[in-house]
């Protein structure tokens, strides 16, 4: 038994403490939290000014904290742990439609809209026709799911992010499909924008030599009866960013086509199919 602490019996002497009837998940996350918290700091040969440091840098980063803003997710989403976190609780059967990172920005109960309405309401941006089905595995239309949708304006902002600038409920709304499963809608053909990059995590990207844009998408938030709920984006295949998205969203699968149907009035149409998974159905 570890009776004191030492470089080489860290891992034990701490693990050791825990007691014999706690909760057994409790046990299993902290064991391996230690174990990997102290290869790390062993691994790197930890210096206490990186370490006061990373205190300090965890401190501010809880104190810029708010309703509106959480900078802790944010940090996990540029370290790629939302992502990875995302990807360990969503496996799905491969011709079901994949997730991605949720993001801050959005807003629960936005209007619900008909079919063919247009979300964007500041007249900013470049007109696009939104369509496409929500589906199950074996391509059935789901009647009654509800497609809630957002993304920025022209101008790369949500239009949280300037509540005296733009309309309320700017780029945002949901829509129920009939028995067709068919969704339509009208937005704008989305643009890229940085995220938050004014507190700690931005001065982190800039001393890692990261840029904190994201490419262009719209998020898409799928839910169902007896459904698995999709939360996703589809993203502008040529956009600048497309391989180095600063929250390592994107995926291959949810690359939308943006074709230029330019009819004086709508510019681009992007066609999407949401594929859902019942819930609790196995990975194929
Ligand atoms: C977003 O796409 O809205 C987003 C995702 C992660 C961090 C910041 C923004
Ligand atoms: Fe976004």
Avoid at 20 to 45: G, W
Avoid at 267 to 275: E, G, H, K, L, Q
């Amino acid at each position: 038994m570890t009776r004191y602490f030492t470089e080489d019996t860290s891992v034990e002497a701490v693990n050791a403490r825990m007691g014999e009837d706690i909760d057994p998940r409790l046990k299993t996350v902290m064991a391996s939290l230690v174990t990997h918290l102290h290869a790390f700091a062993k691994d790197v040969d930890l210096r206490q000014e990186e370490w006061d440091f990373a205190i300090d840098f965890l401190t501010k980063t809880g104190q810029i904290c708010s309703q509106e803003r959480q900078e802790f997710i944010l940090l996990s989403d540029v370290l790629g742990f939302s992502m990875l976190v995302d990807a360990i609780n969503n496996r799905r059967p491969s011709q079901a439609t994949e997730n991605t990172v949720f993001g801050p920005f959005h807003v629960d109960n936005a209007p619900i809209r008909e079919m063919g309405d247009t979300i964007s309401l500041d007249g900013k941006g470049e007109r696009c026709r939104y369509e496409g089905r929500v589906m199950d595995l074996h391509g059935a239309p789901i009647e009654g799911a509800c497609v809630d949708v957002w993304s920025d304006n022209a101008d790369s902002f949500y239009d949280v992010q300037q509540p005296d600038i733009q309309p309320k409920w700017n780029n945002r709304g949901r829509f129920f499909t009939g028995k067709d499963g068919r969704y339509l809608f009208y937005g704008i053909k989305p643009v890229s924008y940085p995220i938050p990059d004014d507190g700690p995590v931005g001065k982190m990207l800039s001393a890692l030599g990261r840029h904190p844009y994201r490419p262009a998408h719209m998020h898409y938030l799928v839910t169902a009866p007896g459904f698995q709920k999709i939360v996703t984006h589809t993203f502008v295949g040529d956009d600048k960013y497309i391989a180095d998205d600063a929250v390592f969203g994107v995926k291959e699968t949810l690359i939308a086509p943006f074709e230029y149907v330019n009819d004086g009035e709508t510019i681009w149409r992007s066609p999407f199919d949401f594929v859902m998974v019942p819930a609790a159905e196995p990975v194929s």
